[in-house]
């Protein structure tokens, strides 16, 4: 459902429909493929969550991202009073930094290093896939490789966006 979804507006993109809108839900795939991993701190083998990204809620809660349930097993690394640099040190954020897709069907495609093996807020526990994520990155990374030997249509809508500052 959610590939399908993002195939359809891959396809109206890459047809030039969206010229000068930088669609973001594209985009994102699209940066990390031609600049490499780095600038998205979740499209990378390590994800942003406890190594670059403290998420600090009202109550002063410290998260390691504020994409992760605050009631569920990553949630919780200290409080703000306790100090940021004990919540980056705790135990819940190693676990986090510690996440291994190495038993994972990640292991063998070839774009985990674009892709990171989706985000691990989604996945149902930490060492394994978010399934519909997987789905779209694998569409996604496929059709845009496809893309860029077929045609211009990708890079047209690259350089179209500099024209604007609309997003879709
Ligand atoms: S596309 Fe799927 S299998 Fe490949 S790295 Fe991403 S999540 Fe893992
Ligand atoms: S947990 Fe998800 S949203 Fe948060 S940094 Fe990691 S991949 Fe990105």
Known sequence: MLAEAWEE?????EGGEFAGFAVLPVKKYLDNFLAGPGGNMCLRGDCGAAR???SVSSDGTVEACDCIDPTGPLA???TVAGGLADARR?????TIRHRDLSASRCADC???GVC???????APSLNEVWDSGCAVALSAFDRISLSLVRGDGLLDWLRSLTAGCAHA
């Open 76 to 78: 919780g690394l200290g």
């Open 9 to 13: 507006l891959f396809v109206a993109v």
């Open 116 to 122: 990171g093996g989706t985000c691990l807020a989604h």
């Open 110 to 112: 070839l774009w985990l």
């Open 90 to 94: 705790s135990d819940v954020a190693t």
């Open 52 to 54: 670059d990204l403290l």
